[in-house]
C-alpha cells in the first residue's frame, strides 16, 4: 500500500544549527503515529515542515505520491494536509458557528463567502452543527471565536479540522492547556477519527499515557534526527529511547 504521506530526506537548517535532519518517514492510511522526543528534538518543527509553516533546507514532502514540497500551507490544506494550528485566529470575530460553517463550506467548494446567504446553505449550517455537536461546543455556536477559554478553542480547531476533512489530520499536543474534564472530550474525538481506518493522522504529544494507548506507531526525534520508528512497545523499550527520552518524560511528568 502507497504512503498517504511521505517525507524523504526533510532537512531544515536555522544559522549553524540543524533543527531537522534528514527525516524520512512514510505514513499510511488508517494509522496514527505519534511523534515524541525531548523538548527541542525538532518536533514541531518537523510538524511545521510537512504543514508548509517552514520552507524547508532541503528534502521533500509528497502527498499521495505528488511533491507538495513548494506549495504554501494553504494549497497544501486544499490538497487535504489538516493542521490544528491557531485555526481560531482567521475569523475571530465571527461566531463559533460561524467558523465551522465557513469550513464546511470551503470543503464544499463554496470558497469563504462571508455575504452568502444562509439560508440558501442550510446543508452546510447543518454539517457545522453536527461537527459543534461532536466536540461539545453547540451551546457555544453564538458566541465569538475570540471570547472562548483556551480549552474551548482548542476544540474549535479540531472543530474546524473535522469541518474540511483531510486524508491527514496532523494534532500538535491537543490536550495542552485544557482541564482535566475537557481532555476527554479531544481523545475521544481522535479516537474515533482512528476508528473509521481512511484517515492518516500524525499526533505530537508529551503525555506518554495518551501515546500508549492511541497510537499504532511512534517515532522517536533527538536533536532533529530520527532516532527509533516502530510499534509503541518495541519502542519505548529500546535503551537509547529510554536514555534520550524516558529520563525527561519523568522529569516533566513529576513538574
Request: proline residues 5%; aromatic residues 4%; contains cysteine.
Given at each position: 500500500m502507497?504512503p498517504?504521506?511521505?517525507t524523504r530526506?526533510l532537512?531544515i537548517r536555522?544559522?549553524?544549527?540543524v533543527?531537522v ?8 492510511a488508517?494509522?496514527?503515529t505519534?511523534i ?13 515542515l510537512?504543514?508548509g ?8 514532502v509528497?502527498?499521495e ?20 494550528f491557531?485555526l481560531?485566529?482567521?475569523f ?13 463550506q470551503?470543503?464544499?467548494g463554496g470558497?469563504l463567502?462571508?455575504l452568502?446567504?444562509w439560508l440558501?446553505?442550510k446543508h ?8 459543534l455537536?461532536?466536540?461539545?461546543l ?8 475570540s471570547?472562548?477559554p483556551h480549552?474551548?478553542?482548542r ?6 479540522m ?11 499536543e ?5 482541564s482535566?474534564?475537557e481532555v ?5 474525538l481522535?479516537?474515533a477519527l482512528k ?11 508529551h503525555?506518554m499515557?495518551?501515546?500508549r494507548e ?26 537509547v529511547?529510554q ?8 522529569v516533566?511528568?513529576?513538574?
Open positions: 502507497n498517504v504521506l511521505e530526506d532537512t536555522f544559522g549553524g544549527h533543527a535532519d534528514r527525516v524520512s518517514c512514510a505514513f499510511h488508517g494509522t496514527l505519534a515524541v522526543g525531548p523538548n527541542g528534538a525538532g518536533k514541531t518543527t518537523y510538524f511545521n510537512i504543514s509553516q517552514l520552507k524547508a533546507t532541503s528534502g521533500s509528497l502527498l505520491g505528488e511533491d507538495i514540497t513548494a506549495l504554501p500551507a494553504p494549497l497544501r490544506t486544499r490538497r487535504g494536509l489538516g493542521r490544528a491557531q481560531t485566529q482567521l475571530p470575530n465571527l461566531s463559533v458557528l460561524e467558523n465551522v460553517r465557513l469550513a464546511v470551503a470543503r464544499h470558497g463567502q462571508l452568502s446567504v440558501d446553505h452546510l449550517l447543518d454539517e457545522a452543527q453536527a461537527v455537536e461532536a466536540v461539545r453547540a451551546d457555544k455556536a453564538d458566541a465569538p471565536a471570547a472562548l480549552g474551548d478553542q476544540k474549535l480547531e479540531v472543530a474546524l473535522m469541518a474540511l476533512d483531510p486524508k491527514v489530520y496532523m494534532f500538535d491537543p490536550t495542552a492547556g485544557m482535566v474534564d476527554p472530550v479531544v481523545l475521544d481522535i479516537r476508528q473509521r481506518r481512511d484517515k492518516t493522522i500524525l499526533l505530537v504529544e503525555k499515557d495518551v501515546v492511541l497510537a499504532d506507531r511512534i517515532i522517536v526525534l533527538h536533536n532533529g534526527q530520527l532516532l527509533a520508528d516502530g510499534e509503541p512497545a518495541q519502542v519505548m523499550a529500546l535503551p529511547v536514555s534520550a527520552y524516558m529520563g525527561t518524560v519523568a516533566e511528568e513529576g513538574a
